[in-house]
């Protein structure tokens, strides 16, 4: 899937958020397309994606028909998109995928874990980072960095800078904002937001 391809899903959904389709809570992506490109390159068919409620990006990457995925959302499943048969599992809980991942690794599938950077400021971050590199699980945790805990900026909610990396930096992939700017609020879409 193309940078192109992503940005069309999201406008689309954007869309249908816009003229009422969707009853349900959106969140959608923007701004990042070309790292998620490169990191999915690594992803292979036999391996767990586990993802946020921001997550549409994730599913299509993972090779998600499309027309499924626009399907979920259209239920009003934005954010809890799940497709184990793609082996595809979201949490709209902050951090709560993250337990789950180290489950499956411990079972020893391969498993992509994505987080924000507020959850990846959490304490069960950190011990899933501990957990996964004490027993040597194959889990990657990737960081998706914009400096927001959904519309606060993440060291405003902490009161000073939040980033500090867990050790472990073999188990972690992070990518910063200054690399993407959100195209789209938290949630919804802005009303100047041109189609």
């Known amino acids: 899937m193309t940078s192109e391809e992503l940005k069309d899903f999201e406008a689309e959904v954007a869309v249908h958020i816009q ?7 959106v969140h959608l992506s923007g701004g990042n397309e ?32 499309r027309e499924a ?22 949490s709209s809980i902050v951090g709560g995928i993250l337990p789950i ?10 498993v992509w874990c994505f987080v924000g950077d507020m959850a990846a400021t959490t304490g069960i971050y950190h ?6 590199n004490g027993f040597s699980l194959p889990v990657q945790f990737v960081v998706e960095d914009n400096e927001l805990s959904t519309n606060t900026p993440t060291n405003a909610a ?10 472990i930096q073999s188990l972690q992939t992070w990518y910063q904002r200054y690399f993407y700017t959100r195209t ?12």
Not at 19 to 25: D, L, Q, R, S
Not at 55 to 65: D, T, V
Not at 127 to 132: D, R, T, W
Request: charged letters at 20%.
């Open 184 to 195: 789209y609020p938290h949630y919804g879409v802005s009303p100047n937001v041109p189609f």
């Open 19 to 25: 003229v009422g389709h969707i009853k349900a809570p």
């Open 158 to 167: 902490w009161k000073k800078p939040a980033k500090t990396l867990a050790p």
């Open 101 to 110: 991942a180290c489950g499956l690794a411990a079972t020893g599938e391969k």
């Open 127 to 132: 011990e899933a980072i501990k957990y996964a």
């Open 69 to 90: 995925v626009m399907a979920e959302i259209l239920a009003g499943r934005s954010m809890m998109l799940h497709f184990p048969e793609h082996k595809f599992l979201t």
């Open 34 to 65: 070309e790292q998620l490109i490169e990191i999915f390159k690594e992803v292979k068919p036999e391996d767990w994606v586990l993802s946020t409620w921001r997550s549409h990006y994730h599913a299509l990457l993972k090779g998600i028909p």
